[in-house]
C-alpha cells in the first residue's frame, strides 16, 4: 500500500507517519507538507520506505500531481473548515482513499455531502478520526450499543489534553480550530435536525459511576453525525470539561472574539493560556471527576430509561499529537479491509472493537484489548461502577509508565 501523509512534517502528521512506516503492508510512504525541508527531515527519519514531496494545498496543480501516486492519502492539514473540502474532493477526483483527523463541523458537514460522489468514483473516505473525533465516536456506538433504544448522546474530552508543546511562530491549526469553535454559534444535534447553538452553553450529564459533572458545548463532528449510526436520535452535543480556571478561560476568549476582538490577537491570547494547562494526563485525573475522553448514552433498556458511559482507559502518549496521529494511522491502515465507497464518519464504517484491538498495541505498556476501555451503566451497582472506574481509569492514567519509544 503506498500512502500519501499530507501535512507529515506537522506535529500529528509525523505521528501518524511514524505508524504507518512501521506497519508491512506500508510499502511506500511519502511525507509532503509546505515545508519541503521539514518533510524531507522526517522521511529520512523514517528510513528507506519513506520519501518527501513539496505541496502547497492550495495549489491545485501540486496536489493533484501528489494525489496521482498513492493508494490512500492521510490528511492532517489544517484548520480543515479552510483546506479539508478542497483536499478530501481533490482525492475523489483522483480516485484516491481516504482519511483525516477533521475536526470541524461546518466542513464535516460539506464533505458527507460528497459521499455520492465518491461512492461513483469507488472511494472509500473516512473523516473526522483522531481522538475527538474518532475514537470518541467509536466510545458512543460502544455505550449506545447497552441501550435498546438511544435518545440523546453526549460526547467529551478534556481541554488541557489538548495542550501541545510550545512552538514559536503563529498561533497553531489546532488554536485556530478551538478559537472558532467556542465563538458565535455551533451546529449541534436538537429534535433530530442540525441547529445553531450558542458555543460554550453550560452542560450538567449524570454520568453512571460519577454523577453530576459539567461542560461547556464545542463545536465538534460528533454533535452532527452520530445519527448516521444511530437514527432515532434526538439530541447530540459535544462538550468541553477541565477546571474553572480553564474554562473561564475560554469564556472570556468567547466574548472578547464575539465583541470583536480579532482571531490573531485572540490566537495570541489562547496560545499564552495554554503554556498554562497541565503538561501530563495525569494531571487532568481527579478522583471522582470526568475521564479525559468519554460518551454517555440515555434512552432505554428493557422499558426502562438508562444510560450508560464509556471512556477511553489507554492512550499512546502523552500529547494531543500522538493521542491523534495514532489514531489517525490505525484507522488507515484498517480502511483496506472495510472499504465501502462514500464519505464516511467513523460510527458507519469502523468496528470499534477491531479499531480498539489494533489501537492497543500502539498504547503505553500494550495492554490487553480488554482494558482499552470502560463501561458504566445506570443499571449497575455503584461498587461496580466505582470499581470500575477506578481500576480501568485511575491506574491507567496515574501509573508512573514512560510512553513507548517515538
Avoid at 500500500?1 to 500529528?12: D, I, K, P, T
Avoid at 483522531?130 to 447497552?146: K, Y
Avoid at 494511522?329 to 464516511?344: D, I, K, M, N, T
Amino acid at each position: 500500500m503506498r500512502v500519501l501523509a499530507l501535512g507529515g512534517a506537522g506535529e500529528m502528521g509525523r505521528v501518524a507517519a511514524r505508524v504507518l512506516i512501521g506497519a508491512a503492508t506500508v510499502t511506500d510512504l511519502v511525507v509532503a507538507d509546505i515545508d519541503g525541508g521539514r518533510a524531507a527531515a522526517v522521511a529520512q527519519r523514517l528510513g528507506t520506505k519513506a520519501s518527501s514531496r513539496q505541496v502547497d494545498v492550495t495549489d491545485q496543480t501540486q496536489l493533484a500531481a501528489a494525489l496521482s501516486d498513492c493508494d490512500i492519502v492521510v490528511n492532517t492539514v489544517g484548520p480543515f473548515f479552510r483546506f479539508g473540502v478542497r483536499i478530501l474532493a481533490a482525492a475523489i477526483d483522483a480516485g484516491r482513499d481516504y482519511v483525516d483527523i477533521c475536526d470541524d463541523p461546518e466542513p464535516t458537514l460539506e464533505m458527507l455531502a460528497l459521499h455520492g460522489r465518491a461512492r461513483t468514483a469507488g472511494v472509500t473516505a473516512l473523516i473526522g478520526m483522531g481522538a475527538s473525533p474518532g475514537v470518541a465516536n467509536l466510545l458512543a456506538v460502544i455505550a449506545a450499543r447497552e441501550l435498546n433504544t438511544v435518545d440523546s448522546l453526549i460526547t467529551g474530552w478534556n481541554v488541557a489534553d489538548t495542550a501541545q508543546p510550545h512552538t514559536p511562530g503563529p498561533p497553531s491549526a489546532a488554536i485556530a480550530h478551538g478559537l472558532r469553535q467556542i465563538s458565535g454559534t455551533i451546529p449541534v444535534t436538537r429534535d433530530r435536525q442540525v441547529v445553531p447553538r450558542p458555543a460554550l452553553e453550560k452542560i450538567e450529564l449524570d454520568y453512571p459511576g460519577i454523577g453530576r459533572i459539567a461542560g461547556r458545548s464545542f463545536g465538534h463532528p460528533e454533535a452532527v453525525t452520530l445519527q448516521h449510526a444511530f437514527p432515532e436520535l434526538r439530541d447530540n452535543t459535544n462538550i468541553v470539561v477541565g477546571d474553572r480556571f480553564t474554562l473561564a478561560v475560554l469564556s472570556a476568549l468567547r466574548f472578547g472574539i464575539d465583541c470583536g476582538l480579532s482571531l490573531n490577537w485572540a490566537a495570541r491570547l489562547a496560545a499564552k493560556a495554554e503554556r498554562m494547562l497541565p503538561a501530563k494526563p495525569a494531571d487532568i485525573i481527579t478522583p471522582g471527576g470526568p475521564p479525559p475522553l468519554f460518551a454517555v448514552a440515555r434512552g432505554t433498556r428493557r422499558g426502562e430509561s438508562a444510560a450508560a458511559a464509556t471512556a477511553l482507559a489507554q492512550i499512546p502518549g502523552l500529547t494531543m499529537s500522538e493521542n491523534t496521529g495514532v489514531p489517525v494511522a490505525v484507522a488507515a491502515l484498517q480502511l483496506p479491509s472495510v472499504r465501502r465507497p462514500g464519505v464516511h464518519p467513523p460510527e458507519s464504517l469502523l468496528d470499534p472493537h477491531q479499531f480498539f484491538a489494533a489501537f492497543a498495541p500502539h498504547c503505553i505498556g500494550n495492554p490487553p484489548t480488554a482494558t482499552m476501555t470502560v463501561t458504566t451503566r445506570s443499571w449497575a451497582t455503584v461498587q461496580d461502577n466505582s470499581e470500575s472506574l477506578s481500576s480501568a481509569i485511575l491506574t491507567a492514567f496515574l501509573a508512573p509508565r514512560q510512553p513507548q519509544c517515538r
